[in-house]
């Protein structure tokens, strides 16, 4: 199995706990169950975890650096892959 991590970026006026922040843990969650539940195919679970975090939306500049901790924290912890998802900016998403 691969170790892909999942971090949702929300968008400056919203938070980790928004409708869509919640419905892509859920999400998440449903398929992560639904692939260790079914034994005729090999699938894998979504993502080895789901980050949502909290960071100030005073600032964007402050956000950032936030942001950048916590991915400069999770490349040093050696994860295989990294995948930034930001719903409220369109469904941009990029992986590391």
Request: net charge negative.
């Amino acid at each position: 199995m691969h170790s892909v991590i999942c971090v949702y970026l929300h968008g400056f006026l919203s938070s980790e706990n928004s409708q869509k922040g919640r419905w892509l843990v859920q999400q998440v969650q449903t398929e992560n169950r639904e692939a260790l539940q079914t034994s005729e195919t090999r699938l894998e679970p979504a993502f080895k975890e789901i980050i949502t975090l909290t960071y100030p939306i005073s600032t964007p500049d402050e956000s950032v650096e936030k942001v950048e901790a916590l991915l400069q924290t999770l490349l040093t912890q050696k994860i295989i892959l990294l995948s930034l998802w930001g719903l409220q900016w369109g469904a941009i998403t990029h992986n590391f």
